[in-house]
């Protein structure tokens, strides 16, 4: 799709319209709200702007609009932006940049450790020790690197040995050196330069800071943080960690769904755009070939190429170029939820009148 010229910017607030009014059929969304509140009990928000207006919103559960919800790695998403961002402002000089740079007190002799790029932590194409079997959690570790006093050192030591550079294998821990990136060269926490740089001119609210008291299961991994959860070195935790509303996940979709721009300005290049949404690494899933750019999903849908960060819990924003379409779902992590596409395949994006 290209450059949509917009007769306003949600900077402020986002305006709603009646679906029909953005050619979308009202039977399937109150299809869809059912469909939500008799079989999807974890979602607590759904967020649907369509050529630049709320066309539906509902919550449940007694969540509403100012509520911010944890996304787990839809966090991952956020993080390959503002990575995006200091390519944009100079602070990273190329994604092909050795990670080990960034890091000169590490010393190793792994020469497999030392080819490893930026470019390989954006698109799930490091090496590292653990084992991945085709799903998002896999054999990764997490539960031990939250007891970690030092998470950088602890994953670069996990980062290469007998691993295989260009082969997709999920990591969280990838991000995470991302993030650490991030705050190695701009000074600041990825949080506080999403701040200022992201949150502050899209009009979303600022990310707080989010105290950890503890690094228990339940304070990482749990339901009930705040802000955007750091590491004990404060660096903001690049996979997952991150609190928004679900308003808030549509502007960062809608930023995407306009090349980066927004309010007739740059945020984002269109160029960093165009390659995070766009196929680097393929990977079978449940016998389902997927595709992977940087730190977004990509799948094909009757033509049409759709992009998606996702997160545990049923957690996505989903952008549609074509139907200049997004839609950000939040809900509750928890143990196996029901899978969302079947809404999006189902009632959604048949909802798209022609």
């Given amino acids: 799709m290209g450059t949509v010229k917009r007769d306003y910017w949600p900077t402020e607030a986002w305006r709603t319209t009646e679906p029909a009014s953005v050619g979308i059929d009202s039977k399937k969304l109150s299809d869809l709200d059912h469909i939500i509140s008799s079989q999807h009990k974890n979602i607590h928000g759904i967020v649907m702007v369509k050529d630049g207006y709320i066309a539906f919103e509902r919550y449940y559960h007694g969540y509403g609009p100012c509520d911010a919800h944890r996304v787990a790695s839809v966090t991952k998403s956020f993080t390959s932006a503002l990575i995006g961002m200091a390519v944009d402002s100079g602070y990273i000089p190329s994604i092909d940049q050795k990670v080990l740079h960034f890091f000169p007190d590490y010393v190793t002799h792994d020469i497999r450790k030392k080819t490893v790029t930026l470019k390989h932590l954006l698109t799930m194409t490091a090496p590292f020790t653990f084992s991945w079997k085709g799903n998002q959690g896999g054999q990764e570790p997490l539960d031990r690197l939250r007891r970690q006093r030092d998470w950088v050192t602890y994953i670069l030591n ?72 750091k590491d004990p070195k404060g660096n903001s935790i690049g996979g997952f960690g991150l609190t928004i509303t679900p308003r808030d996940m549509a502007r960062f979709g809608f930023l995407y769904l306009n090349g980066g721009m927004w309010d007739n300005k740059q945020i984002i290049s269109k160029a960093w755009i165009d390659a995070s949404t766009t196929p680097h690494a393929e990977v079978m899933i449940d016998e389902s070939l997927a595709k992977y750019g940087y730190l977004w999903w990509i799948r094909e849908e009757k033509g049409m190429s759709i992009y998606l960060a996702l997160g545990d819990g049923g957690n996505v924003i989903c952008c549609v170029p074509e139907k200049d379409l997004v839609v950000a779902i939040a809900g509750k992590i928890g143990r196996k939820p029901i899978d969302r596409w079947p809404l999006f395949e189902t009632y959604i994006l048949p909802a798209i009148l022609d």
């Fill in 158 to 229: 996990q980062m290469g040995g007998k691993g295989q550079s260009g082969m997709f294998q999920y990591s969280t821990a990838g991000t995470h050196l991302l993030s650490a990136i991030i705050t190695q060269t701009t000074g600041r926490c990825a949080r506080a330069f999403a701040n200022e740089h992201l949150c502050g001119p899209l009009g979303m609210r600022d990310i707080p800071d989010h105290d950890m008291k503890t690094f228990s299961l339940d304070d990482v991994f749990g339901n009930h943080a705040t802000g955007w959860l």
